[in-house]
């Protein structure tokens, strides 16, 4: 789902050919604020569940408004170190 949802407005990672890594995507999407709220164990445990409606919902509306070029209200932003350390 947010692989799908990150790409979606940024036609550089449309190329089917992009083989951007699931902890890249994971990151970059929960700073375009198209995603918030997960560390390492919470992706594991997504791996194994999957997204609820409403967070589908919020994932799609959200892709939504980055696409039309609105701001994202809570736009999160992400420390790299602590992300990929």
Request: glycine share 6%.
């Amino acid at each position: 789902m947010t692989r799908v949802a990150f790409r979606a407005p940024d036609e550089e990672y449309q190329n089917p050919a992009d083989q951007t890594d699931e902890r890249s995507i994971m990151f970059l999407s929960t700073q375009k604020g198209l995603i918030q709220g997960l560390n390492n164990s919470d992706l594991e445990a997504l791996k194994k569940n999957p997204t609820t409606r409403g967070q589908s919902v919020t994932i799609i509306e959200r892709t939504l408004k980055v696409k039309a070029g609105e701001p994202l209200e809570g736009k999160q932003y992400v420390q790299m170190q602590k992300y990929f350390h």
